[in-house]
């Protein structure tokens, strides 16, 4: 079984059609909200690499962002499980 990700296609229900005219750019909107989100877009634009589709320099670039993306959210998990633990430490004294 294919990978979501491996088709993605302007009739995928992840592009959406950014003004009534048909003649609008289409965008592509991508959940990058969570770590996973942020690994399968990754996993996404390694696969666009390797057939040619994106240059190795824009990947890279984009590859970068991502990953700075990634670090944002892994930090912004711990900030809110630490403020939980010490919420529930309070509660407990």
Known sequence: MADKDTHETPQSPEWEVL???PTHPRRLR????TALDVRRELARLYRSMR???TPPADG???AYVLNILRQTIETS???QRISALEVAQKAND
């Open 30 to 33: 991508l959940p990058l909200s």
């Open 19 to 21: 003004g009534p005219e």
């Open 77 to 79: 998990d711990i900030e």
């Open 51 to 53: 057939t040619g589709q």
């Open 60 to 62: 890279t670039k984009l």
